[in-house]
């Protein structure tokens, strides 16, 4: 997910962040109007008419890097392709490639809920209740079914409990504790795309918010928590001006301050709409909204929810305490929130476990490394500093990106879930709302990427003669007279020159 600068998300694209079955991928697109369609007849008049369109102002003024070709065979064209780029979030195609290939698509994270003490013969654990979390990302109130609290609630009702004597303490240590991607920049961590990283997870590290203006013109604005158990110290400086003025909202959280302020004006009568912000403590948060939830479940809970790292527990029971084990969705279905959503959180959890899956000490960095060489990729033109592509310590080729791509689609268990997993133009994800209309709608799959002057676009076309074709589009150091829709639009010309072009024709 990008990155903006003082300014919120809106709540829309975090809705969308339920984990679900991957969509499937479609194998031909809409009926395209022949008018519609680029005249291109010929492999030298394609690379033409892209070498014209990425040397034509305003596109003169952006540093380009792109690559064309058949999934696994020729090149087709390519404009800087050895340069290295910041891929904002096209890093994720790199976390989930090598999470698939190291982890596998079966792969699933692990929460584990243990008791300090056995349960008595009426129910009553006179201990505490601790939940250690393994990295799941979908454990959330706006999911039904096994990724709520509310059932891991009734699997400890299941179990016997009626009663703890103790605290309910959340344990996110697997991951070494709460932290940020290294070179994530400090202005970026109040914001729900920038949630901290730990081993325990709720609500995917965000506190929701209801903004209302307030009763008339010159009073504070509310904020509404709509997750108590989020208790996140927001110092509310919002001010309701005269209707029909804009709506104008900043925030701001100094690297040492646990608070977070918002500063700005709401119109008077402006609808009340949801906003989001990164939890500070997650394993609290956790422990917290899960205590609310035994309770909610009919189990009388005496101590208060904690973290381990303020309070740590004691000695796990060995027999006849609470011993629950629960996995998350496989990664073959959490790939599409990653993906069509652009989870930042998902991916970076999944960093951390390719990782651990390398050794203990070892990086998400490593891990990739590793798989670069059989990708066909250069290991030098891949720098990992996280798995989401937040940080601006990031740096990947179109020929690393393009490497990948090829190999993904032409590996038998790849391809499937793979392709499945990204964005679909007009469709889904973030590309539902881009190049509605046009001939590339329904038949470009493809991975945004999107930070203050970086704009990406990668993955694959099904072209109008049933031909697929894979492409890397990276766009970066444009600011002034270059504006991201200048960008957009020219990449998305781009790509529409593929879906037309035909690799039959003489």
């Given at each position: 997910m990008s990155s903006s600068r003082r300014r919120f998300l809106s709540g829309s694209l975090l809705v969308l962040s339920l984990w679900g079955p991957a969509c499937a991928s479609r194998t031909a697109g809409p009926a395209v109007p022949t008018a519609a369609l680029p005249a291109l007849a010929s492999h030298d008049e394609l690379t033409r008419t892209l070498d014209t369109l990425f040397a034509t102002s305003p596109a003169d003024r952006v540093v380009?890097?792109?690559?064309?070709?058949?999934?696994?065979?020729?090149?087709?064209?390519?404009?800087?392709?050895?340069?290295?780029?910041?891929?904002a979030s096209n890093m994720?195609?790199?976390?989930?490639?090598?999470?698939?290939?190291?982890?596998?698509?079966?792969?699933?994270?692990?929460?584990?809920?243990?008791?300090?003490?056995?349960?008595?013969?009426?129910g009553t654990l006179a201990g505490d209740l601790v939940v250690i979390g393994g990295g799941?990302?979908?454990?959330?109130?706006?999911?039904?079914?096994?990724?709520?609290?509310?059932?891991?609630?009734?699997?400890?009702?299941?179990?016997?409990?009626?009663?703890?004597?103790?605290?309910?303490?959340?344990?996110?240590?697997?991951?070494?504790?709460?932290?940020y991607g290294e070179g994530w920049q400090w202005d970026d961590?109040?914001?729900?795309?920038?949630?901290?990283?730990?081993?325990?997870?709720?609500?995917?590290?965000?506190?929701?918010?209801?903004?209302?203006?307030?009763?008339?013109?010159?009073?504070?604005?509310?904020?509404?928590?709509?997750?108590?158990?989020?208790?996140?110290?927001?110092?509310?400086?919002?001010?309701?001006?005269?209707?029909?003025?804009?709506?104008?909202?900043?925030?701001?959280?100094?690297?040492?301050?646990?608070?977070?302020?918002?500063?700005g004006e709401i119109p008077l009568g402006y609808a009340p709409f949801k906003q989001y912000l990164a939890i500070a403590d997650p394993p609290a948060y956790f422990a917290r909204a899960f205590r609310q939830a035994l309770i909610a479940r009919g189990i009388?809970?005496?101590?208060?929810?904690?973290?381990?790292?303020?309070?740590?527990?004691?000695?796990?029971?060995?027999e006849g305490g609470v011993s629950i084990r629960q996995q998350s969705p496989p990664l073959r279905q959490m790939a599409a929130t990653l993906m069509k959503v652009s989870q930042n959180l998902y991916a970076e959890v999944l960093f951390h476990a390719l990782g651990k899956s390398v050794g203990d000490g070892s990086t998400g960095a490593e891990a990739i490394a590793l798989a670069l060489p059989a990708w066909g990729a250069d290991p030098a033109d891949v720098v990992?500093?996280?798995?989401?592509?937040?940080s601006r310590y990031d740096?990947?080729?179109?020929?690393?990106?393009?490497?990948?791509?090829?190999?993904?689609?032409?590996?038998?268990?790849?391809?499937?879930?793979?392709?499945?997993?990204?964005?679909i133009a007009g469709v889904d994800g973030t590309l539902e709302r881009r190049m509605k209309g046009t001939p590339a709608e329904g038949r470009v799959h493809a991975k945004t990427g999107s930070i203050a002057y970086v704009r990406a676009l990668a993955g694959y076309v099904h072209s109008v003669d049933g031909q697929w074709l894979q492409f890397v589009i990276l766009a970066n150091n444009f600011a002034g007279k270059v504006t991201t829709a200048d960008v957009d639009r020219i990449t998305e010309q781009a790509v529409n020159l593929l879906v037309g072009f035909s690799r039959k024709a003489p």
């Open positions: 380009w890097g792109v690559s064309v070709r058949v999934p696994g065979g020729a090149w087709l064209y390519q404009r800087n392709a050895t340069l290295l780029l910041h891929p994720k195609l790199v976390t989930l490639a090598a999470s698939a290939e190291r982890l596998g698509w079966d792969y699933r994270f692990t929460t584990t809920i243990r008791s300090t003490t056995p349960i008595d013969t009426d799941d990302p979908t454990i959330s109130r706006r999911h039904e079914g096994a990724a709520t609290l509310a059932h891991l609630a009734d699997l400890v009702w299941q179990r016997g409990v009626r009663r703890i004597e103790g605290r309910v303490i959340g344990d996110g240590s697997a991951f070494g504790g709460t932290s961590l109040p914001f729900s795309y920038a949630a901290p990283v730990n081993a325990l997870i709720y609500n995917e590290n965000t506190a929701e918010f209801i903004v209302a203006p307030g009763p008339s013109a010159g009073a504070l604005a509310t904020m509404t928590p709509v997750d108590a158990a989020a208790d996140l110290a927001v110092v509310n400086r919002i001010t309701t001006v005269a209707s029909g003025a804009a709506r104008r909202l900043s925030v701001d959280r100094g690297p040492d301050d646990p608070r977070v302020t918002i500063r009388v809970v005496v101590g208060a929810a904690r973290s381990s790292v303020t309070d740590p527990p004691g000695r796990l029971a060995d990992a500093a996280d798995g989401s592509g937040l740096l990947t080729s179109a020929a690393a990106l393009d490497a990948l791509l090829s190999h993904m689609f032409i590996s038998q268990g790849h391809r499937e879930p793979w392709v499945a997993a990204l964005p």
